[in-house]
């Protein structure tokens, strides 16, 4: 299994960012696959996530009316597009996968490497 997470990279406030996860290994339609941040000494958050059709999303407050996720299940990808960027969104972003469906997003089943997102003022 592999999760790979890229599109990182140094952006201005009020800018844009898309990341893109490329996964392999696993039947990636079947699987709930959900981005997550960890700001520097702060824990790991939940921040969006999608469900194996594409049919439904979710989000954190943080993030939403901001960030859209996406996937394409004929590339085995997940995006995450991140606009308006802010301060606060600066983190190490990681994509992680789960096979089963459960209220909160915590215990996913397989995680990427992370990729760095830094918002400069």
């Known amino acids: 299994v592999q999760l790979q997470a890229s599109g990182g990279g140094l952006v201005q406030v009020g800018g844009s960012l898309r990341l893109s996860c490329a996964a392999s290994?696993?039947?990636?339609?079947?699987?709930?696959m959900g981005w997550f941040r960890q700001a520097p000494g702060k824990e790991r958050e939940f921040v969006a996530g999608i469900s194996g059709s594409g049919s439904s999303t979710w989000y954190a407050d943080s993030v939403k009316g901001r960030f859209t996720i996406t996937s394409d299940n004929d590339k085995n990808t997940v995006y995450l597009q991140m606009n308006s960027l802010k301060p606060e969104d600066t983190a190490v972003y990681y994509c992680?996968?789960?096979?089963?469906?459960?209220?909160?997003?915590?215990?996913?089943?397989?995680w990427g490497k992370g990729t760095l997102v830094t918002v400069s003022s």
């Open positions: 290994g696993f039947a990636f339609n079947n699987y709930y």
């Open positions: 992680a996968a789960r096979r089963y469906y459960r209220a909160t997003w915590d215990g996913m089943d397989y």
